[in-house]
């Protein structure tokens, strides 16, 4: 099984950064660890908790707060939720909803993600 994980500069309404992104088709939200939007942005708090199930049978984290990130995947400038999640094992994971919403594809052949720039573009009328 081939996994793809990329650093991504993320823009947040302090700063950017880079992160090291995983691709997880199998995770339905985008995800960042809480200590990585330091210097990036401030987090939001939820209306409601939600429970995020993991892996483990039964095992829930509690998510309170979530952040909105601008985000480059080669040159192209997307953007989108993320949700802090304690303890995530990644620095930052794009979820399934943001694949499909930007069209993205992940090409394990070559290790990276791919965006048609014409998908991104913002259309003015």
């Given at each position: 099984m081939s996994i793809i994980k990329n650093p991504l500069l993320f823009v947040g309404s302090k700063g950017e950064k880079h992160l090291y992104t995983l691709y997880d088709s199998g995770a339905n939200l985008s995800c960042i660890h809480p200590d990585q939007?330091?210097?990036l942005c401030d987090a939001?708090?939820?209306g409601r908790t939600r429970l995020m199930g993991t892996a483990s049978e039964g095992h829930f984290i509690e998510?309170?707060?979530w952040v909105l990130l601008e985000f480059y995947i080669d040159d192209v400038l997307?953007?989108?939720e993320f949700l802090l999640v304690p303890g995530l094992s990644e620095e930052a994971i794009i979820g399934a909803a943001t694949m499909q919403k930007w069209r993205i594809k992940l090409d394990f052949e070559h290790d990276r993600?791919?965006?048609d720039p014409k998908?991104?573009?913002m259309q003015l009328v």
């Open positions: 939007i330091e210097g939001i708090p939820l998510i309170k707060e997307l953007s989108d993600a791919i965006v998908v991104a573009k």
